[in-house]
């Protein structure tokens, strides 16, 4: 299907990108965008894996179509870091100091969800947690270390 030009706003930033009407974001962001980051695990809505935040809503780019997005503030997981110094930002700090990375491909999505569940309620239960995270599937680490991880990034300041 013919491609056009259309501007998406990625991480702050205004993109012109080749999209076809039928193209997904996951594609367009990883594909045209560079921005790797984002993951594809089941490209069915199953995992997670592609999991981005969409006006401040976290969103499955695997099922979205990328010229919907037009208008729209897309982060990604690159956007989530201190964009002048690169510094982690406190999430992904305390995935790493947790232990709640194994394999690593379904981090990026579990980070964008507790980013985005931290960004609105900044002090989750554990329950409030558990739903946030419940379209992220991980087949490593047994969940128990992915929440310790949000809990005490909400403990020692949040995300923001
Ligand atoms: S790749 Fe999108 S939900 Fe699995
Ligand atoms: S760390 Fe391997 S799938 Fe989650």
Request: aromatic residues 4%; charged residues 20%.
């Amino acid at each position: 299907m013919k491609k056009q030009i259309i501007t998406l706003n990625i991480n702050g930033e205004d993109l012109e990108l080749r999209v076809a009407p039928t193209d997904l974001l996951v594609d367009v962001l990883r594909k045209e965008a560079g921005l790797t980051g984002t993951k594809i695990g089941c490209g069915q809505g199953d995992c997670g894996a592609c999991t981005v935040i969409i006006d401040g809503k976290a969103v499955l780019s695997c099922l979205t179509l990328a010229m919907a997005c037009q208008g729209k503030k897309i982060t990604t997981i690159e956007g989530i870091a201190d964009q002048k110094t690169g510094e982690m930002n406190p999430i992904q700090k305390s995935f790493l100091n947790h232990g709640a990375v194994q394999c690593g491909y379904c981090t990026p999505g579990m980070v964008m969800s507790s980013y985005n569940l931290l960004s609105h309620n900044p002090k989750p239960t554990r329950g409030e947690i558990k739903r946030a995270l419940s379209g992220n599937l991980c087949r490593c680490t047994g969940y128990i270390l992915i929440f310790e991880a949000v809990e005490a990034c909400a403990a020692e300041g949040g995300v923001l």
